[in-house]
């Protein structure tokens, strides 16, 4: 018969959380490519990428691509995922999806037992919980806004001195 997870030691827990996580980049990708996400495709000289703000490495697929590649080498993919995975919400046309797509977000990125756990104040916790009650297209407004704030402040200068960010910028216009 099989025994609760709270049986099994702390590693082995561990390993399953972040197995789960990296399978849900892996499908967040995939997703994310067959719904064709809207960014612009074409390919861009040096000196547009050498001069990105954050917003438009974001609003870039050959950007989006390099800053996610490197926060997944930093072990912190699931930011981007989030900020993608709201835009995706916010885009949203059936109001009827609104419940279930909100409710996966949270489980996923917001819950404190989450797979892929974002780094959130208590109080932007509490009151994305209390914006699920009724989700609006809003509802995680304050939340992406503060990981946007963390990737730009905290990951985005530390992109900029990485081997990433060095390929990108010399890769060879095709």
Not at 34 to 55: A, N
Not at 85 to 98: F, H, M, Q, V
Not at 136 to 147: D, V
Request: hydrophobic share 35%; proline share 2%; charged share 25%.
């Amino acid at each position: 018969m099989c025994r609760s997870l709270e049986h099994l030691p702390n590693t082995c827990l561990e390993r399953a959380k972040e197995l789960k996580a990296r399978f849900g980049s892996f499908l967040l990708k995939q997703e994310l490519n067959i719904m064709g996400h809207s960014q612009k495709t074409e390919k861009l000289m040096l000196e547009d990428r050498q001069s990105w703000s954050f917003h438009e490495l974001l609003a870039h697929k050959e950007g989006q691509c390099a800053f996610t590649t490197f926060l997944s080498s930093e072990y912190s993919e699931e930011n981007i995922a989030f900020y993608l995975a709201c835009e995706d919400y916010r885009n949203t046309k059936s109001s009827s999806k609104l419940c279930s797509k909100a409710r996966k977000i949270y489980e996923e990125f917001i819950a404190s037992d989450a797979p892929r756990e974002v780094n959130l104040d208590h109080e932007t916790r509490t009151i994305t919980l209390k914006n699920m009650e009724q989700p609006t297209l809003s509802c995680f407004n304050l939340a992406q806004s503060k990981i946007y704030a963390l990737m730009e402040k905290d990951c985005y200068p530390r992109f900029l001195k990485s081997a990433v960010y060095q390929e990108l910028i010399t890769q060879h216009v095709g």
